[in-house]
Each structure stands twice: as C-alpha cells, then as structure tokens.
C-alpha cells in the first residue's frame, strides 16, 4: 500500500522556520521525483519544490527561491522541506506528491493528505 505522510507543520511566526518531512511506503522511493505542493485557501495548488529520483537536480516555485530547500534520503524514503525566513503569504496546506513516468504504467503519481502551515503573528 502506497502511504506518503507528512509532517512538521504548525503555527510559525514571520522569519521564522519550519521543517517538513514526508515519509513515504509502497513504492520504489529512489527511484521517484519528489516534489512539495501547497494550497492555500481560494487559491490553486503551486508547486513549491522538486527534487529529482537521484537528488542531484532541484528547481522551486519563484516565490520560495532563496528561503525554501528540498531534500532527500533514499535510505529513509523520506523527503524534506526546509522552510526559511517564512512569510505570512507562505500560509497553505503543503502535500508531498511521488511522480514517475513509466513507459508501460505511463504516469504513476501519488500524494500525500497534506500538513498545515500557518504563519502569524
């Protein structure tokens, strides 16, 4: 059974930080692309980061460059967010999702239930 869950949200305040991770079970892990997801309410789901099967590529939504890092640990089948100098507009509900494409199973694609992120004074 395939399970992605994260973890590490909460309530932060502006310049703070935050860490979040996703453990995931199921699947072959190292051998997906891992990315961050947020929604933030009467807004549509952005992405926030990407990492690729082998960790070495990266990219990020713009307005997280220079704050944001992606991680990963294939021996832990686990990815991570490290959040910094967050802003209240960074306040959503943040999903792991594991991409793969796949010549016979085409697009195989999992996500996660989601951690709240709140930034407030």
């Known amino acids: 059974q395939v399970q992605l869950m994260e973890s590490g949200g909460g309530l932060v305040q502006p310049g703070g930080s935050l860490r979040l991770s996703c453990a995931t079970s199921?699947?072959?892990?190292?051998?997906?692309?891992m990315r961050w997801y947020r929604q933030a309410p009467g807004r549509q789901r952005e992405l926030v980061a990407g990492?690729?099967?082998?960790?070495?590529?990266?990219n990020y939504g713009d307005s997280v460059k220079g704050r944001f890092s992606i991680s990963r640990d294939n021996a832990q089948n686990t990815v991570y967010l490290q959040m910094n100098s967050l802003k209240p507009e960074d306040t959503a509900v943040y999903y792991c999702n594991a991409k793969k494409w796949t010549v016979v199973d085409g697009l195989l694609d999992y996500w996660g239930r989601g951690t709240q992120v709140t930034v407030s004074s």
């Open positions: 990492i690729a099967s082998t960790g070495v590529r990266t």
């Open positions: 199921g699947f072959p892990f190292s051998s997906y692309d």
